[in-house]
């Protein structure tokens, strides 16, 4: 990778921390000069490496614990690592992974949404309904 791309890797990643942080406290983040294709290519990469390791954490799983302990539900996955239970160390990376993946893909799928019925178009309309008093604050959500 040359020093220009890891700039670009850099700028891109940071621009969509800072948007989406602005995102969930129901905010416009500013306006920047990263395109949809680059914040796209970005999400796309940082999905693929977080399948990666959370099959690998599943596989990890499969080998000490067998198939069969996969029919839980999440919940009751978050459960046993809530528990401390210390049979249950390899189950916190994978649920680690397992959630981030989720989040990057939910990011995925807003990014890739018309300009219109993008995240940026709805966060503004929960503003503007909280601003004309339709829409507490505690209720405002893309």
Known sequence: MTVDEA???????TTIA?????YAKTQLPPLDATTKPEKIAS??????GHRQRRDRSRQAIVNEYGEGFFVRSMAELWALVDMHDPSTARVRPYLHHESC????EAMLWWE???HLGGIRFLTRMNINLRDMGYL??????A
């Open 136 to 141: 507490p604050q505690e209720r405002a959500a």
């Open 101 to 104: 993946t989720a989040a990057i």
């Open 43 to 48: 999400l796309q990469a940082a999905l693929a």
């Open 18 to 22: 800072i948007n989406w942080r602005h």
């Open 7 to 13: 700039a670009t890797r850099l700028r891109v990643a």
């Open 112 to 114: 890739r949404q018309p």
